[in-house]
């Protein structure tokens, strides 16, 4: 157990609609880092928030946002979806900084029908 | 842009036998991790190397970070079923832009398959 959660672990929803995703990260990290992947990309670097506030931006479509609460859980939404959206959405924690390493939840496994 | 590029894509042997993964990158990182990852579940960091030049081993693997810290090797000796998964490097950037901007860049992956 990594200590980071994410919810829900499956979604299943129809083209053009809208979910959020929610991390909790480990009890301590103030860094919070989305990844998505599917099988022919990798993991793509998505978004990272630092202590609320946005730090870092990967190739995240205008589709999609995310934010970082105070009690620091994290929430992805995806909007508009697509075919091409379907994928396993990770959320990770660290420390700062993340040179140390980061710490991933188990996923939430996204498919759009 | 960092990339980092993981040698070999796929790497299938029988169970007693060694093997190296490579990663490789031009950018040089403040650090770099590995991660292993199985099927439906999130990757798990394995061991940060930090140090040009650094060997850090667990157990069957040692790991080593480049001198110039742009690449890092893993290797497996007598390779056993459970070390089936997908091998991840991540590099944390060197040049900070901000306190805090540490994106991971991630490798392409090594899937390893070890045969009973």
């Known amino acids: 157990d990594s200590g980071v959660t994410q919810t829900p672990k499956h979604l299943i929803t129809a083209t053009g609609q809208r979910v959020t995703l929610r991390c909790s990260p480990r009890s301590g990290d103030l860094s919070v880092y989305w990844y998505q992947q599917s099988l022919d990309q990798g993991l793509q670097f998505l978004i990272q928030y630092y202590n609320g506030e946005e730090r870092a931006k990967g190739n995240i479509l205008e589709r999609f946002s995310a934010q970082q609460f105070p009690d620091l859980h994290s929430e992805l939404n995806l909007s508009s979806l697509e075919l091409g959206d379907s994928a396993l959405y990770f959320c990770?924690?660290?420390?700062?900084?993340?040179?140390?390493?980061?710490?991933f939840g188990q996923g939430t496994r996204l498919t759009v029908v | 842009t960092q990339l980092l590029e993981q040698s070999p894509q796929f790497l299938s042997i029988q169970e007693g036998e060694n093997l190296t993964v490579y990663c490789n990158s031009s950018?040089?990182?403040?650090?770099l991790q590995w991660y292993r990852q199985e099927p439906g579940e999130g990757p798990v960091l394995l061991v940060t190397v930090v140090t040009g030049g650094e060997v850090k081993k667990l157990k069957r693997l040692t790991f080593q970070f480049g001198d110039a810290r742009k690449d890092s090797s893993l290797h497996i000796t007598a390779a056993q079923p459970g070390d089936t998964g997908l091998y991840l490097c991540?590099?944390?950037?060197?040049?900070?832009?901000?306190?805090?901007?540490?994106?991971?860049?991630f490798g392409t992956g090594t899937r390893l398959t070890i045969i009973p």
């Open positions: 950018s040089v990182f403040s650090s």
């Open positions: 990770a924690s660290s420390v700062v900084p993340s040179a140390v390493g980061a710490f």
């Open positions: 991540a590099g944390a950037p060197s040049v900070k832009t901000n306190f805090g901007n540490e994106k991971l860049t």
